[in-house]
């Protein structure tokens, strides 16, 4: 089983400039999610998908940040415009409806100058 | 409000003997417990989990112990290789309710010396 891919897996990138970051889940996997991890802290949530509806975004900063999940499958993560302490690791995870782990993708590392 | 805390952030122990990593949790709603190990430039990779209806779940050198009055559970690893140096994350979920968001502690460095 392939496992969640994403890329680009570093992006370096100036202020005020827009970013995307893309994620393909493990075929099968209802439920996708994007998280947040800062420089020593564990991953926060920003959206989670089930299937290609976004259930919940309370955690996503909406004035930059976008996401889409079309077709249910792949999905994209939008900021625009960057700003300096969006610097993080994006991570993209998914898992089957129930009671199970999530399978996390390598992350993007976003770096923002 | 941090509702999944690991209080300790790093953890050093000599090859061979016996790691604990701890944490706790405040909401009384979770139901499914789970850790996470990660490499550097890698992102986390599931390591073992447990159900509130149960005090222990093992899988050959690791056990998680869960403690629900206590709202406490453990990671131990034994015995502890090289390998193993790592960061470990607790997470949390409320699968049995309309949420099924992991929520993370920040994470416990190990370093296991040879």
């Known amino acids: 089983e392939a496992g969640v891919v994403q890329s680009p897996r570093y992006k370096i990138i100036e202020k005020k400039q827009p970013v995307a970051f893309w994620c393909n889940p493990i075929s099968g996997h209802n439920t996708l999610y994007w998280y947040r991890q800062n420089l020593g802290q564990g991953p926060e949530l920003l959206i989670r998908?089930?299937?290609?509806?976004?259930?919940?975004d309370s955690q996503l900063p909406k004035d930059r940040f976008s996401a889409e999940r079309l077709k249910g499958v792949d999905s994209t993560l939008k900021i625009q415009p960057a700003e300096l302490g969006d610097s993080a690791v994006y991570l993209c995870?998914?898992?089957?409806?129930?009671?199970?782990?999530?399978?996390f993708g390598s992350g993007t590392r976003l770096t923002v100058v | 409000d941090q509702q999944v805390k690991q209080n300790s952030p790093s953890l050093s122990v000599q090859e061979g003997r016996i790691s604990i990593l701890n944490c706790d949790y405040t909401n009384s709603m979770f139901d499914y417990f789970l850790w996470y190990k990660k490499y550097p430039a890698e992102g986390p990779t599931f390591l073992i989990s447990?159900?509130?209806?149960?005090d222990k779940n093992e899988d050959g050198r690791f056990t998680v112990f869960l403690n629900k009055s206590a709202k406490h559970l453990s990671l131990h690893i034994v015995p502890s290789q090289p390998g193993d140096s790592a960061v470990y994350f607790c997470a949390a979920a409320n699968y049995g309710g309309s949420q099924g968001n992991l929520i993370f502690g920040k994470g416990t460095k190990l370093s296991v010396k040879p």
């Open positions: 447990i159900s509130s209806i149960k």
């Open positions: 998908y089930e299937n290609e509806e976004a259930v919940d």
């Open positions: 995870a998914s898992r089957r409806t129930g009671r199970s782990g999530y399978t």
